[in-house]
């Protein structure tokens, strides 16, 4: 069982940037030996693919929503991921999850029903 908490969440305003982190427990390598992404739930909404990262390279797939402001990112001496966002819009306001995956690759992470394992969430709000 693959634990994941996310931290960084907070409310910003509108073109400000965070940095969301997810740090893995149980396994020193997770973060190299998942495919590792990052969804997000507004209320009322579906939860929504925003990144996922290859567990062997950088390769990386992006939600069309985020795509070319958010950057996902691994540092696997920490077992950590990190989702760094800028140009952040009041569209962005949900909760962002961190989720692994032992086996599909980051382009198959965009329906959330098949991935295997999740965080809590941390909340992200950003005012206009």
């Known amino acids: 069982q693959v634990q994941l908490k996310e931290s960084g969440g907070g409310l910003v305003q509108t073109g400000g940037s965070l940095r969301l982190s997810c740090s893995t427990s149980?396994?020193?390598?997770?973060?190299?030996?998942?495919?590792m992404g990052w969804f997000r739930q507004a209320p009322g909404k579906e939860r929504e693919f925003v990144a996922a990262?290859?567990?062997?390279?950088?390769?990386?797939v992006y939600g069309n929503a985020v795509q070319g402001r958010f950057t996902i990112s691994r540092d696997g001496a920490k077992n950590t991921v990190f989702l760094q966002m800028n140009g952040l819009k009041p569209e962005d306001t949900a909760t962002y999850f961190c989720?692994?995956?032992?086996?599909?690759?980051?382009?198959?992470?965009?329906?959330?029903?098949?991935?295997?394992?999740w965080g809590q969430g941390t909340q992200v709000t950003v005012s206009s």
């Open positions: 989720v692994a995956d032992r086996s599909l690759p980051p382009a198959a992470m965009t329906a959330p029903g098949q991935i295997d394992f």
């Open positions: 990262i290859s567990r062997s390279s950088p390769m990386s």
């Open positions: 149980e396994y020193t390598d997770t973060v190299t030996t998942y495919a």
